[in-house]
Protein backbone atom coordinates (compact mmCIF):
# COMPACT_ATOMS: atom_id res chain seq x y z
CA UNK A 1 0.00 0.00 0.00
CA UNK A 2 0.76 3.68 -0.96
CA UNK A 3 0.28 6.52 1.51
CA UNK A 4 0.87 9.71 0.56
CA UNK A 5 1.02 13.32 3.06
CA UNK A 6 2.44 16.28 3.74
CA UNK A 7 -0.01 18.31 2.07
CA UNK A 8 -1.47 21.74 2.56
CA UNK A 9 -1.99 25.46 2.08
CA UNK A 10 0.92 27.30 1.55
CA UNK A 11 1.34 30.49 0.03
CA UNK A 12 2.84 31.22 -3.52
CA UNK A 13 6.97 31.11 -3.30
CA UNK A 14 6.51 28.89 0.03
CA UNK A 15 7.33 25.09 0.00
CA UNK A 16 6.24 21.77 1.36
CA UNK A 17 7.74 18.60 1.19
CA UNK A 18 5.52 15.36 0.48
CA UNK A 19 6.15 11.47 1.58
CA UNK A 20 4.62 8.57 0.39
CA UNK A 21 5.43 5.49 2.34
CA UNK A 22 5.04 1.92 0.98
CA UNK A 23 4.66 -0.97 3.17
CA UNK A 24 5.41 -5.02 1.99
CA UNK A 25 8.06 -5.43 0.10
CA UNK A 26 6.96 -3.71 -3.39
CA UNK A 27 9.40 -0.53 -2.35
CA UNK A 28 12.56 -2.60 -3.21
CA UNK A 29 11.71 -3.45 -6.53
CA UNK A 30 9.36 -0.76 -7.73
CA UNK A 31 10.01 2.32 -9.42
CA UNK A 32 8.04 5.40 -7.99
CA UNK A 33 6.75 8.41 -9.25
CA UNK A 34 4.30 11.57 -8.62
CA UNK A 35 1.56 12.71 -10.18
CA UNK A 36 -1.19 15.47 -9.57
CA UNK A 37 -4.34 16.06 -10.03
CA UNK A 38 -5.73 19.72 -10.50
CA UNK A 39 -9.67 20.55 -10.03
CA UNK A 40 -11.36 19.11 -13.41
CA UNK A 41 -8.27 18.41 -15.02
CA UNK A 42 -6.17 14.63 -16.12
CA UNK A 43 -3.90 13.88 -13.99
CA UNK A 44 -0.45 15.02 -14.57
CA UNK A 45 2.84 13.30 -14.50
CA UNK A 46 5.16 15.45 -12.21
CA UNK A 47 8.37 13.19 -11.19
CA UNK A 48 9.45 9.54 -11.98
CA UNK A 49 12.13 7.91 -10.16
CA UNK A 50 13.15 4.34 -12.34
CA UNK A 51 14.40 1.88 -10.92
CA UNK A 52 16.16 0.20 -13.85
CA UNK A 53 18.03 3.22 -14.15
CA UNK A 54 18.28 5.08 -10.85
CA UNK A 55 17.62 8.06 -13.32
CA UNK A 56 15.32 11.04 -11.94
CA UNK A 57 12.83 12.54 -14.45
CA UNK A 58 10.67 15.37 -13.72
CA UNK A 59 8.06 17.11 -15.78
CA UNK A 60 9.01 21.04 -17.45
CA UNK A 61 6.22 22.39 -15.38
CA UNK A 62 8.04 21.75 -12.24
CA UNK A 63 12.03 21.16 -12.91
CA UNK A 64 14.39 23.26 -11.15
CA UNK A 65 11.39 23.57 -8.85
CA UNK A 66 10.57 20.34 -7.87
CA UNK A 67 12.91 17.27 -6.40
CA UNK A 68 12.37 13.61 -5.68
CA UNK A 69 14.28 11.87 -3.28
CA UNK A 70 13.52 8.15 -1.73
CA UNK A 71 14.94 6.95 1.53
CA UNK A 72 14.82 2.93 1.57
CA UNK A 73 15.55 2.07 5.02
CA UNK A 74 12.18 4.03 5.65
CA UNK A 75 10.42 2.74 2.64
CA UNK A 76 9.75 6.37 1.11
CA UNK A 77 9.83 8.67 -1.22
CA UNK A 78 9.70 12.43 -0.91
CA UNK A 79 8.55 15.39 -3.05
CA UNK A 80 10.27 18.37 -2.29
CA UNK A 81 8.44 21.27 -3.48
CA UNK A 82 9.84 24.92 -3.32
CA UNK A 83 8.91 27.89 -5.56
CA UNK A 84 5.63 27.38 -5.54
CA UNK A 85 3.06 28.97 -7.36
CA UNK A 86 -0.70 29.10 -7.51
CA UNK A 87 -1.02 26.56 -10.42
CA UNK A 88 0.95 23.62 -8.49
CA UNK A 89 -3.07 23.55 -6.54
CA UNK A 90 -3.54 20.04 -6.86
CA UNK A 91 -4.04 16.72 -5.20
CA UNK A 92 -0.91 15.27 -5.48
CA UNK A 93 -0.90 10.90 -5.74
CA UNK A 94 2.30 8.79 -5.37
CA UNK A 95 2.63 5.47 -7.99
CA UNK A 96 4.35 2.22 -7.98
CA UNK A 97 5.62 0.72 -11.18
CA UNK A 98 6.49 -2.74 -10.20
CA UNK A 99 8.67 -5.32 -12.78
CA UNK A 100 8.77 -5.87 -15.45
CA UNK A 101 9.00 -2.30 -15.35
CA UNK A 102 7.77 0.72 -17.74
CA UNK A 103 9.03 1.65 -21.23
CA UNK A 104 10.74 5.36 -20.87
CA UNK A 105 8.47 6.83 -22.75
CA UNK A 106 5.56 5.15 -20.67
CA UNK A 107 6.69 7.00 -17.42
CA UNK A 108 4.29 10.03 -17.77
CA UNK A 109 0.75 7.57 -18.21
CA UNK A 110 -1.00 6.73 -15.38
CA UNK A 111 -1.97 3.67 -17.05
CA UNK A 112 1.58 2.16 -16.91
CA UNK A 113 1.62 2.12 -12.63
CA UNK A 114 0.69 -1.13 -10.96
CA UNK A 115 -0.41 0.74 -7.52
CA UNK A 116 -1.97 4.06 -6.62
CA UNK A 117 -1.81 6.14 -3.07
CA UNK A 118 -4.02 8.04 -1.74
CA UNK A 119 -3.56 11.55 -3.10
CA UNK A 120 -2.82 14.91 -0.76
CA UNK A 121 -3.72 18.39 -1.05
CA UNK A 122 -2.03 21.10 -1.75
CA UNK A 123 -3.75 24.13 -2.05
CA UNK A 124 -0.98 27.23 -2.72
CA UNK A 125 -2.41 30.51 -2.42
CA UNK A 126 -2.01 34.24 -3.75
Known amino acids: QLQASGGGLVQAGGSLRLSCAVSGRTFSSAGMSWFRQAPGAEREFVAAFRRGTGRTYYSDSVKGRFAMSRDDAKNTVYLQMNSLKLEDTAVYFC?????????????????????WGLGTLVTVSS
Open 95 to 115: AADLPPWAILSSLRTPGSYDY
